[in-house]
């Protein structure tokens, strides 16, 4: 039962569910880090970019092109969000802006209903990456693995804008000390645009890149901003490498737990005990371990100064 | 702008007879009174019209309210956001479901064991939780939440993601909770019983303590306090609280599911306590009203707009409630009844 090839297919889907996660968590944690405010509507914005993606998809059949404006459309949507209503949150505390973007979540989901109805819509990868390649002898699909590939490029360029780049240099000192940066003459409310509209944008890139594994739908985006926010709990809030390492933990987590934990469940208490709680332990694994981690470390694996 | 009276701790007098004197008349809260009394007369006002659906959508109206009193406690006094308190609603609802489903309909025994269970869940996730400071307990109280709710989906016996229905009701020996009436009365006995409770609390030392950590939370460590213990107990009894209107609300619609658990439902009751009036009495009351009736009426009121904009509103009506709440967010800090009374109030 639990052979090689299905271990290997399980930490390769890990790896690619942890990418996509780590997507959508870094815009997130970033624009804690630096503005410290929590924005519920990141989910929002993965949704969104899914549906302009299966809207370009829908009217030309170009994957790419499907790419290009969702990337394109969710940051221009993030740019309006942070201008019109998250400009005003910024110095409010944080229940006002949950309970503002909370307001938002409701409205995206609604406006998505009425602008492209309570349907599924579909995306399919393109011609190219419909096939499957052979690692190590298991036969993995190609669009999956290309979900691996983007989503390392876009950590590696993270990773190099943020440590080795002036804006990135500025980032990592407006997450580390806002007013001290503030005072230096660094226009902070721009520095905060930038990483709001770059966090929408990598939103939009996980949402059409997720497009044609699961379905697009309304509310599609809640799932998936609660698991950004384990990881970046998890990881450290403000921690851009938190949310690195965290995702691929949590990603891990979740993909390994669903498959081995009902199995692991059969062979300990039976069959019939492991049909009962399987599924329920392993939707429940990923908690377990924030938890733990979190009693070990409140601070999380790499929290700093908002732990 | 003025700080809610309620916000700042007051510390008690140092003449014991003016503290007592403040502590009687902070105990007795006349709008509360006022509004527990007209709240009594709807059953009679729902029949003399003869609608009597009315009564079911305010006992609707009223469990939430005592959700949201609950509520209330930690996040309006307390300082604290829990974004899981839906968890302890599921409590209610899953304990006194699965009793039932094997045959103990003695209410006593279903409220011992919610409230059991509720102590212990509270008292591990507050316990793991408080661990973790401002933005962190949000986000973890939300994990936790969803961990349970997971757990109440993988319940295949009891229905897992689609529920169950109930056959009975909870038996007080006494009186049953069948009847409309009898429920609707025994949900408002509750809340005002709450209320009252609730607001000998917050200006007893116990609530001047976890208002205190509210405003200076490291001013209350530095005088002595064990801050901890005092947020955990706060949190404890707020989710206690949260239990008991679980109870009453699978007592209303008969229906056992993990939608109750589910994470939005944390945010409206978010929602009711700042519509309401955060950190007043009778707010989160006020709040939860207005709520579950906007909800009502933007989903099935006639409207008798021109075309097809009643369908379009009933269809969409949660977009309205998020445009409702986000206004709510932005302009009105203190919520309807601290905007509207406590202003009004102080200029007189």
């Known amino acids: 039962m639990l052979t090689w ?13 942890g990418l996509l996660l780590f997507l959508l968590s870094a815009g997130l944690t970033l624009v804690f880090g630096i503005m410290n405010f929590v924005n519920l509507t990141h989910g929002s914005l993965y949704m969104m970019g899914g549906y302009f993606g299966a809207y370009a998809y829908g009217q030309t059949h170009s994957f790419w092109l499907a790419c290009m404006v969702a990337v394109v459309g969710a940051a221009i949507v993030g740019v309006l969000l942070d201008r019109l209503v998250a400009a005003s949150l910024y110095s409010r505390d944080h229940l006002d802006q949950v309970l503002a973007t909370f307001g938002l979540i409701l409205i995206f989901n609604e406006l998505v209903r009425i602008v492209w109805g309570g349907n599924t819509s579909v995306v399919n990868p393109p011609e190219m990456l419909t096939g499957s390649v052979e690692i190590f002898g298991l036969r993995y699909p190609l669009y999956r693995l290309m979900i691996i590939v983007v989503g390392l490029l876009v950590s590696g360029l993270l990773y190099f804008i943020i440590h080795r780049t002036r804006i990135g240099m500025l980032i990592r000192a407006g997450a580390t000390n806002t007013k001290m940066v503030s005072a230096l003459g660094v226009n902070i409310k721009r520095l905060n645009l930038i990483v709001f509209a770059a966090g929408a944008l990598l939103a939009g890139l996980a949402g059409v890149l997720n497009a ?6 309304p509310g599609m985006g809640e799932p998936i901003l609660i698991l950004a926010l384990v990881v970046i709990v998890t990881g450290g809030i403000g921690s851009i490498k938190g949310a690195f390492y965290g995702a691929l933990l949590i990603g891990m987590a979740d993909m390994v737990g669903r498959a081995f934990l009902p199995i692991a469940m059969t062979e300990f208490f039976g069959r019939a005990a492991a049909q009962l709680t399987g599924p329920a332990i392993a939707s429940m694994g990923i908690y377990l371990l924030m938890a733990i981690v979190l009693i070990a470390r409140p601070q999380g694996l790499f929290g700093g100064r908002h732990a | 702008m003025h700080e809610i009276v309620n916000n700042s701790p007051r510390w008690p007098a140092t003449n014991a007879n003016a503290s007592r004197l403040e502590h009687l008349s902070a105990s007795v809260n006349w709008t509360a009174a006022i509004l527990i009394l007209v709240l009594a007369l709807v059953p009679m006002a729902a029949s003399a019209i003869g609608e009597l659906y009315y009564v079911t959508l305010m006992t609707r109206a009223l469990i939430f309210a005592l959700a949201a009193v609950g509520l209330n ?11 899981g308190h839906s968890v302890y609603l599921g409590i209610g609802v899953y304990t006194v479901g699965i009793m039932m489903d094997h045959g103990i309909t003695n209410a006593w025994l279903q ?9 212990i869940v509270a008292g591990v996730i507050g316990a ?13 109280t939300l994990a936790f939440a969803q961990l349970l709710y997971f757990f109440c989906v993988g319940l295949r016996d009891y229905g897992g993601d689609d529920g169950f229905s109930l056959n009975g009701y909870s038996d007080f020996g006494l009186f049953q909770l069948g009847d409309n009436n009898t429920l609707y009365y025994a949900v408002l006995a509750v809340l005002a019983f709450t209320l009252l409770w609730v607001s000998r609390l917050i200006s007893a030392r116990f609530g001047m303590v976890i208002q205190g950590c509210k405003s200076n939370e490291r001013r209350m460590v530095a ?9 955990w107990a706060a949190y404890v009894l707020s989710a206690l609280i949260c239990v008991v209107a679980g109870f009453f609300i699978v007592n209303l619609t008969r229906y056992v599911s993990p939608a109750y658990m589910q994470w939005t439902v944390s945010g409206e009751l978010i929602v009711m306590v700042v519509v309401g009036g955060i950190a007043t009495i009778v707010g989160p009351v006020i709040g939860a009203i207005a709520i579950v009736l906007f909800e009502e009426f933007a989903s099935h009121a006639a409207f008798g ?4 904009a009643d369908a379009f509103i009933h269809e969409h009506w949660l977009g309205a409630l998020g445009v409702v709440i986000l206004i709510v967010a932005l302009c009105l800090k203190q919520g309807l009844y601290g ?8 200029r007189a």
């Open chain 2, 128 to 140: 793991l939780s408080l661990r973790v400071k401002g933005v962190g307990f949000i986000m973890i």
């Open chain 2, 339 to 346: 905007s509207l009374f406590k202003r009004s109030a102080r």
């Open chain 1, 5 to 17: 090839n299905v271990l290997l297919m399980q930490v390769l889907n890990g790896l690619q569910w």
């Open chain 2, 223 to 231: 005088l002595g306090f064990p801050v901890f213990r005092y947020q």
């Open chain 1, 212 to 217: 044609p594994i699961s379905a697009i739908q």
């Open chain 2, 305 to 308: 707009l021109p075309g097809n």
């Open chain 2, 73 to 83: 406690l930690v996040l309006g006094y307390g300082g604290l956001v829990s974004f």
């Open chain 2, 111 to 119: 409220l011992a064991a919610a409230l059991l269970i509720g102590t």
